[in-house]
């Protein structure tokens, strides 16, 4: 039988012991992350807290000025670029940010949350294509306020979001390329199993349609956004007389395997082989030559994002997404197709 509190309208915890059958430390342990409970009891518990859409009062006192970011790996040179996006809007409010590699590039592993429930931070920030619903409900009912950055994919909808427009990007990167005489025109995406990766082969595919080029399967590759994964793909593309004259890849780093594997196939680019990269990250602009690149806005993004955390109203009970535009930045890597 459900108890409500008559003043606020939502169930109280006795209430939730009383339906579960444990008692309060039991249903206190669940809400803060504690080891000792067992996984039946704590999967009734929280399943029983969801329904009754229990959120626990937080006083000002229980909430620390963090900002907590949350990666599957801080080793890519975008994740530079959200960091520095949550912390621009984290100085603006005296915060300070916490850094969590966790998981894969899913989902955060489940061990980090015990940690986060004891922290407890104004919100967390998480660079996932998705969140399981334990992870959610115990954010929720711990009144941690939550968002996902996905440049890596796209969140359930009751998940507050920002993310880019992969699809565009795409088409502006294959585009300025058919515009400028290419037809033998390759591309080097991420992982198959990420939308992003196939938002970007779509673009690719409807730029190349656009032109009234077939896109030739041949050409199609799957990497993993590294520079490595582009330079053995690249390699492998640039074998043989009926090579690209041209590799669309899906981030900057696989495009900086790109150019050495053309220096290691003595190709010249842009004159023999022209290169478009994505996500326009600082080194982009460095590389010999300057790359011409698809910019994603990370840390605008990361900064949105942080922004939705911080607003008055609770991000979590109507979820927004948010959407921003990318745009192709020129430079030196590419050229015209030479007759």
């Known amino acids: 039988m459900r108890e409500d509190d008559e003043a606020s309208g939502r169930v109280t915890l006795a209430a939730v012991a009383k339906e579960a059958g444990v008692s309060m430390p039991t249903v206190s342990k669940v809400l803060n992350g504690r080891s000792d409970v067992s996984r039946a009891t704590r ?13 626990r009062r937080v006083q000002p006192a229980t909430r620390y000025p963090l900002i ?19 912390e621009n809007v984290a100085k603006e409010n005296r915060a300070t940010v916490v850094l969590t590699e966790s998981g894969t590039r899913h989902t955060p592993d489940p061990d980090w949350l015990p940690g986060v429930l004891q922290r407890r931070p104004l ?5 996932f294509s998705s969140l399981p ?3 959610k409900r115990q954010l929720r009912a711990a009144a941690i306020p939550f968002v996902v950055i996905d440049p890596a994919g796209d969140p359930d909808p ?14 502006a990167a294959t585009r300025h390329l058919t515009e ?10 991420g992982p198959g199993d990420m939308l992003c990766s196939l938002a970007r082969l779509d673009g690719y595919r409807s730029a190349m349609a656009m032109a009234g080029l077939e896109a030739d399967p041949r050409l199609t590759r799957f990497g993993d956004f590294h520079v490595q994964g582009g330079f053995e793909q690249a390699m492998d593309l640039l074998e043989g007389p009926d090579r690209p004259t041209a590799i669309f890849a899906g981030s ?6 790109v150019l050495e594997a053309a220096r290691v196939k003595g190709l010249r680019v842009p004159e023999d082989l022209s290169v478009v990269g994505y996500d326009d990250v600082p080194l982009a602009q460095w590389s010999s030559p300057p790359l011409t690149t698809v910019h994603q806005p990370l840390r605008h993004m ?20 948010i959407e921003l535009a990318t745009h192709l930045v020129v430079r030196q890597s590419t050229a015209p197709l030479e007759p």
């Open 43 to 55: 999967a009734k518990v929280e399943r029983l807290l969801d329904l009754h859409g229990y959120r």
């Open 68 to 86: 907590e970011i949350v990666f599957h790996e801080l080793e890519s040179v975008w994740a530079m670029e959200l960091i520095r996006g949550v």
């Open 123 to 127: 919100g967390v920030v998480l660079v």
């Open 133 to 135: 619903q334990d992870i």
């Open 158 to 171: 009751d998940v507050p979001s920002v993310g880019s427009a992969n699809w565009a990007g795409g088409l």
């Open 180 to 189: 400028r005489g290419h037809r033998r025109i390759a591309i080097i995406t």
């Open 252 to 257: 900057d780093l696989q495009a900086l395997g």
């Open 302 to 321: 990361a900064e949105e994002a942080s922004r939705m955390l911080l607003r008055p109203d609770d991000p979590g009970a109507s979820a927004q997404r």
